[in-house]
């Protein structure tokens, strides 16, 4: 395997497969399913959910900042919840951890003991972003990566890799097979928030963008197959 321990940054949206809202939980099966495939070839794996499924919070204006974001952390504790069911459920050992204090339903999450269990072969998901409002889930999951000394953080998206424009609206877009942190930055390229773009360059951290609805996609990336897009240091 090319990446042992790697960060797996998953969308709300990812959760609710055909559904605008909620979560269908066949889709959540056949996610875990591709994600305890590589849990036996001894690859060690975080994983960081969103919650837009349930709550799109900065469209909100209404709203004060703190609390909207608040509510996004319920939201992705919700599906944090549901992935570490079907884990069980698919017979991987798997413990939930939140970014805020939540006893009865979670762990809180403890760098020392998140590190623990995945060295004892545990798949753990990180729920509530980074604990903290104004920061996204995209900025946890770059977080998380540095904190576990992830090799990689793959980014599961609906879209195949990045293009250097919506390929959905214009057909000419081309597909970017490799690219630099700068260059993204620079391009304002729609990959990660900058926060999050900037804290995997300043710990040399490659993202990985692939789609996740292809089946094995997840294992060829594992395996250091070129799927995607990956996002580096080119210029080391």
């Known amino acids: 395997m090319k990446y042992k321990r790697i960060l797996l940054k998953l969308s709300g949206e990812s959760l609710a497969g055909s559904k605008e809202f909620g979560i269908d939980f066949t889709k959540v099966l056949d996610i875990c399913h591709e994600i305890k495939e590589i849990t036996t070839l001894g690859v060690e794996v975080g994983i960081v959910v969103g919650g837009g499924n349930f709550w799109r919070g900065r469209s909100n204006e209404q709203m004060d900042r703190c609390t909207s974001d608040y509510i996004g952390m319920l939201g992705t504790t919700m599906n944090a919840l549901a992935l ?6 698919l017979d991987v050992e798997v413990r939930v951890q939140t970014g805020v204090e939540m006893r009865q339903i979670a762990e809180y999450y403890i760098k020392d003991r998140a590190l623990k269990h995945l060295s004892n072969n545990r798949v753990v998901v990180f729920g509530c972003g980074t604990g903290s409002p104004f920061f996204s889930t995209d900025t946890a999951a770059a977080l998380r990566a540095a904190e576990i000394n992830a090799d990689a953080l793959l980014k599961a998206t609906n879209v195949d890799a990045i293009y250097d424009k919506d390929p959905k609206k214009y057909k000419d877009a081309k597909k970017i097979e490799e690219i630099s942190y700068l260059e993204v930055l620079n391009q304002k390229l729609n990959v990660m928030d900058t926060t999050a773009t900037s804290l995997c360059m300043d710990n040399d951290i490659p993202i990985i963008v692939f ?26």
Request: glycine share 12%.
């Open 84 to 89: 570490g069911d079907a884990f069980k459920q």
């Open 211 to 236: 789609d996740i609805n292809e089946k094995g996609n997840l294992k060829k990336v594992i395996k250091g197959n070129k799927i995607g897009t990956i996002v580096s240091n080119k210029e080391k």
